[in-house]
């Protein structure tokens, strides 16, 4: 059983070694390393890409989220516990990806099926807001179309697998398109910045599938203010790319299943463990 009195051991588990290693230099990751996604592929040597972006804005936050699941009672002891929306934002998301799943496929109302009531009034909002949108137009006229489409980067470390929302076919470029249906508080590059990990995966990603474009590029798209942030890849900047990630997982094989002492501090992101007594006694220590 996983008890805060072990999870405070498993702070001292870590060693000299851990440092994260220095990056490659610019080449030093040969391209055609990155392949499309292959069924024949053992998952267990996966590490998926939102696991990745967790690790990156904080390691304790991983462990306690994903390797040690829900936190336990204990750790809440003393803890005022705060309000807790009625739907889970995740909750709202999701429904919103089945249903530009099945809009834009053979089944245009069958995202409905067993959804929430809430959540699928939030979605009902949200939809006309998106259909006004010029990406909405660009969606329906393309030439074609992948909707939650796997995609893996293999790197010298491992590999890397996630899910695109959208990959976007107009004439001989293609676009990755990635919702989110959140309200944002930042300028377009907080945005970027924050998203920073994720987009790179996924454009070194489509790098693999449309080498010859030379510029790839992701659209995070937000229905609710009706906003598009475009992030960019140039293929001058790739290799740094490859390198700054493989680094990160080689970082994440290591250090993923222990807590930090060095967290939390002045830089840390918000995130639902802040509160817990378990993080406010590594940042005494």
């Not at 740094?240 to 080689?250: K, N, Y």
Request: charged share 25%.
């Amino acid at each position: 059983v996983l008890t805060p009195e072990r999870c405070q051991a498993m702070t001292s588990a870590g060693s000299a070694e851990d440092a994260p290693p220095a990056l490659p230099q610019p080449g030093a990751l040969d391209p055609a390393l990155l392949q499309p996604l292959r069924v024949d592929i053992d998952e267990d040597r996966f590490v998926a890409i939102t696991a990745l972006e967790v690790f990156a804005r904080c390691p304790n936050w991983h462990f306690l989220e994903r390797e040690a699941g829900r936190p336990q009672a204990a750790w809440f002891r003393h803890v005022e516990v705060p309000h807790v929306a009625p739907v889970d934002p995740a909750v709202v998301g999701d429904l919103f990806h089945r249903r530009v799943e099945c809009h834009f496929g053979p089944s245009p109302t069958a995202w409905a099926i067993g959804a929430d009531a809430e959540a699928r009034a939030r979605v009902e909002a949200l939809w006309p807001m998106f259909e006004a949108m010029p990406v909405f137009a660009r969606i329906a006229a393309a030439a074609e179309r992948l909707v939650e489409h796997d995609i893996v980067v293999v790197l010298p470390s491992g590999l890397l697998r996630g899910r695109v929302d959208l990959l976007l076919r107009e004439g001989a470029s293609w676009e990755v398109i990635d919702f989110k249906t959140g309200t944002p508080a930042e300028d377009d590059e907080s945005i970027r910045a924050r998203h920073r990990l994720q987009m790179l995966c996924y454009l070194l990603a489509l790098r693999a599938r449309a080498p010859e474009q030379g510029v790839w590029s992701a659209r995070l798209v937000y229905p609710a203010e009706g906003r598009e942030v475009v992030v960019a890849l140039r293929e001058a900047d790739a290799a740094q790319a490859l390198g700054e990630i493989d680094a990160l997982v080689r970082r994440f094989k290591r250090e993923r299943g222990r807590l930090h002492p060095v967290y939390p501090n002045a830089a840390c992101p918000p995130c639902p463990f802040e509160r817990l007594p378990i993080c406010r006694r590594l940042a005494r220590a």
